[in-house]
């Protein structure tokens, strides 16, 4: 059996350091042990900008895409191969700009993926332009006057696309995002899983003091259901969006690939390809 | 005898001429007839006027006619704008209801034939299709049990009254025709075809036919004219095979999930148009990028922007071939026939898992979507060749990971499938090194990159120029690709009949281009027309860049949104020699 050891690999991140996503690489490495994987068979699919990096970063089948575009190379992947466990990785850029149709529609489609967004509220790699995800009047380079925008909120949007499983934590709190994550890997559908995860270099206003104050964990609501949806949408809405845990799970509704008329258990790539002659002939007297 | 005459049949889209169509053209292809398509239609659902065309012959066609025989019309519209097109001596065959008028100046037989009429004494005006195929068989003396046997398996589920009542409406449909004198028209005296049970089909059937084959099991796209037909039918019949379609919610999706799924090792493909090719290339330069195989099919329409979407043209050439940021190895190939488009289509994805790189597919609509007579497919030259896969790799070292890009002579690498022990590497659109880790030495990259474009070098693919040469010293040579090859070799038969004597090569293999191929047919002509369904003359640029060349090339060049017709070709080409 493998332990979150086997996860690592000898590639020093360049992120800087203090940078809340070393806590999400260390949360997917142990949930990968906790739920028993073997590094090869999870493939972690990742986008551009800072968060992209990190499918490189552990020792598991990594591709690092293009930006916004780690979901649908996701899905392809878990389509060929399902007994793989996929998780696609990025940044609110990636996820909530440039990938948004996409994130939606993952998200309707509900294969049996785990997406976990690393937002920081604003654009790093290219040292620090406004995001979807920063506040109205935040100020960075491209926004000097303040972001004339509201910030996206994507947990509603989460619910609001049909999610079967949505979850947020906070890079601060290991025990937390290690759960979800694990959970996320566990759950029969697509899991969506916003992380805060502060940019110490870019980003002096959404930081790991302010988090902390304004953070509210569902464990601490009394009568939190997260299979109801409604009061999911509500304390979200509630909390400005700072709500943090498995805030709402759909057990009910079987991912994408149980809906797929003909697809078999075992993967499309494993399949054997030719065709008998018979199959061949029977195709082609459809145009005699 | 005549051995072969143009039908077209006209009216409002949404009236069911596709119906008419379908039936008429099934059974002639079932009697041994060769057939050509080609439809006329808009990006609407319903109204506007619509034709279909089909040439009917005894021998293989492969093009639409100059002139036409029988006009078929349920308005009065088709017959103002279509009669103009008939022979001297042609015939319409119109609706009795609305008083057809032969329009002045035009030399053409009348028969009005009650449609609606006999339609609505059977019970629905529906049928009025049904008695214009029975009117154009007797005009054609084709048997009407052969419309019968199509009518049946058409309707055959709606039940047996269905059934019975539109084989009457095609009996009186004929009969009309009879009683006038219809049936004894003596240059509408069709010979008997052979009987052959060929196929018929159209090119986007073909290449998903081809692509089953192929064993492509996946295939993300989104809908766009003119290539839907190809996820329509993977849609039908992928299931059977335990595959899948998904409707993305754009091209974007569409090419990177085809590339994910092509690296998990399904063969995927997409399917666009040059509006989802241009959404595309981000997706391209990813595959060429990472050394991922995907297959990605353009059919060709109208462009630039959304330019005409049902109309004819072949100007994606420069997008296929250039269109992405940076240097890839990438194949561009060009079928010209039905039968290429399902050879082509499971040659692609060989070239694309050989290779590891992206495969274009470049068909146009006219060989998209005109429903043509094809020659059987040869099952037994279908072969699946997944290149370079290491199933069970050697143990790694300790902090080693799979070479997936080692560097080889000829510049492709072993490939390892995500979930196979041993073989875990990275994969990424930044510039990487062996192991596909991020890597920016300029030695690497020098290495890395010669390496990709290494891979392509000399690539020629079966029959990368189809080439008719008869003549060792040719007054002209034309030079084409796609679906104009028909129509070139009808007019270098009139041309030869003057005394002209032409070469004719189809390009098939477009990108990288097989220059050393051409050169020896260019040299030996004075004059080269190149011919092509785009304003600019991007064939004729790719010869000029790669022959070092163009003083001989004579663009002839058609971008109104038509087919070439045989005449266009050969007045242009008589001009030249």
């Not at chain 1, 990938?99 to 040292?127: C, E, F, S, W």
């Not at chain 2, 269905?162 to 006038?180: H, L, P, T």
């Not at chain 2, 492709?412 to 062996?434: A, C, F, M, Q, Y």
């Amino acid at each position: 059996m493998a332990t979150f050891k086997d996860f690592r690999n000898n590639v020093k991140p360049n992120w800087c350091p203090g940078c809340g996503d070393f806590s999400v690489q260390a949360s997917i490495q142990r949930a990968a042990a906790n739920v028993g994987l073997e590094p090869e068979d999870l493939a972690i699919v990742s986008g551009i900008g800072c968060s992209g990096r990190i499918s490189g970063y552990i020792h598991a089948y990594g591709f690092h895409g293009i930006h916004g575009r780690a979901l649908p190379i996701a899905q392809g992947l878990k389509m060929a191969n399902r007994r793989l466990h996929v998780i696609a990785a990025g940044g609110d850029g990636d996820g909530f700009a440039i990938g948004m149709g996409h994130t939606v529609h993952a998200i309707r489609r509900n294969m049996n993926i785990t997406y976990i967004v690393m937002d920081n509220q604003i654009y790093g790699l290219t040292k620090g332009q406004t995001s979807p995800r920063s506040a109205f009047g935040f100020k960075t380079k491209s926004t000097p006057e303040g972001s004339k925008e509201v910030a996206l909120s994507p947990i509603e949007l989460a619910l609001a696309s049909g999610a079967t499983f949505v979850a947020q934590s906070f890079s601060s709190n290991l025990k937390q995002l290690t759960h979800v994550i694990e959970e996320g890997l566990k759950h029969d559908g697509f899991a969506f899983i916003n992380v805060f995860s502060p940019c110490v270099t870019f980003n002096k206003i959404n930081t790991y003091d302010w988090f902390k104050e304004n953070i509210v964990d569902v464990e601490e609501i009394e009568g939190y259901d997260p299979s109801n949806r409604a009061m999911a949408m509500a304390k979200v809405i509630e909390t400005g969006g700072m709500l943090c845990g498995l805030i709402y799970q759909d057990k009910t509704r079987k991912s994408y690939e149980h809906h797929v008329p003909g697809f078999r258990e075992e993967p499309l790539a494993e399949q054997d390809l030719e065709l008998t002659e018979e199959q061949f002939e029977e195709l082609v007297n459809e145009f005699r | 005898m005549i051995s072969q005459l143009s039908w077209k049949i006209g009216g409002q889209q949404g009236e069911g001429l596709e119906s008419t169509d379908r039936i008429f053209s099934t059974a002639l292809n079932r009697l041994g007839y060769y057939l050509y398509g080609y439809r006329h239609f808009s990006s609407r659902i319903k109204g506007g006027h619509t034709n279909n065309k089909i040439r009917i012959s005894t021998k293989p066609i492969r093009a639409i006619s100059d002139d036409l025989d029988i006009l078929v019309a349920f308005d009065q519209e088709t017959i103002d704008l279509n009669a103009h097109e008939l022979r001297p001596g042609g015939v319409i065959i119109a609706d009795a209801k609305f008083d057809p008028v032969v329009p002045e100046g035009v030399d053409a037989r009348l028969f009005a034939v009650p449609f609606t009429a006999i339609a609505q004494e059977l019970g629905t005006s529906l049928m009025k299709n049904m008695v214009a195929t029975g009117a154009s068989a007797a005009l054609l003396n084709i048997p009407i049990e052969e419309i019968a046997k199509v009518v049946e398996e058409e309707f055959g589920r709606k039940g047996k009254t269905v059934v019975e009542k539109n084989i009457e409406a095609v009996s009186r449909g004929a009969q009309f025709i009879r009683e006038n004198g219809g049936d004894s028209l003596p240059d509408f005296q069709l010979e008997k075809a052979d009987g052959e049970k060929r196929l018929f089909m159209i090119g986007n059937e073909a290449i998903g036919l081809g692509a089953i084959a192929a064993g492509c099991r996946f295939m993300p796209a989104y809908p766009i004219t003119p290539a839907s037909e190809i996820m329509e039918y993977l849609i039908k019949y992928l299931p059977k095979f335990g595959g899948t379609v998904i409707q993305t919610e754009d091209e974007i999706a569409a090419v990177t999930m085809a590339i994910g799924a092509n690296y998990g090792g399904v063969r995927a493909m997409t399917a666009s148009a040059g509006p989802g090719l241009s959404l595309m290339t981000e997706g391209i330069g990813l595959a060429g990028m990472t050394e991922t195989p995907v297959v990605i099919v353009d059919t060709q329409r109208g462009g630039p922007s959304t330019g005409l979407p049902t109309k004819q043209e072949q100007s994606d050439l420069n997008a296929a071939i250039y269109g992405t940021h940076g240097e890839i190895p990438k194949i561009v190939i060009a079928p010209s026939t039905i039968e290429e488009c399902f050879y082509d289509t499971v040659e692609a994805f060989n070239l694309a898992e050989k290779y590891q790189c992206p495969v274009i597919l470049l068909t146009d609509l006219q060989l998209s979507l005109g429903k043509q007579t094809a020659e059987n497919l040869d099952f037994s030259r279908v072969k699946i060749d997944r290149g370079r896969i290491v199933r069970e790799p050697e143990a790694l070292e300790s902090g080693r990971l799979f070479k997936r890009y080692e560097f080889t002579e000829d510049g492709i690498s072993p490939r390892v499938l995500p979930g196979t022990k041993n073989g875990i590497h990275h994969v990424t659109g930044v510039e990487h090194d062996e192991e596909g880790r991020p890597n920016e030495s300029p030695l690497n990259r020098k290495k890395m990159m010669e390496k990709r474009l290494r891979k392509l070098k000399n690539l020629r693919i079966p029959d990368a120029i189809k080439v008719d040469a008869p003549h060792a010293e040719p007054d002209l040579l034309i030079v084409g690709m796609g679906s104009t090859g028909g129509t070139i070799d009808e007019a270098r038969e009139r041309l030869a009949k003057e005394g002209i004597k032409t070469n004719h090569i189809t390009v098939r293999q477009i990108h990288p281009f097989p220059a050393d191929l051409l050169q020896p047919y260019y040299e030996k002509a004075p004059k080269v027309a190149v011919v092509e369904n785009n304003a600019t003359g991007q064939l004729a640029d790719q010869i000029k860049l790669h022959l070092g060349d163009g003083s001989k090339i004579n663009r002839v060049l058609k971008y109104d949104g038509t087919p070439f017709l045989p005449s266009e070709i050969y007045n242009s080409c008589k001009e030249l020699v």
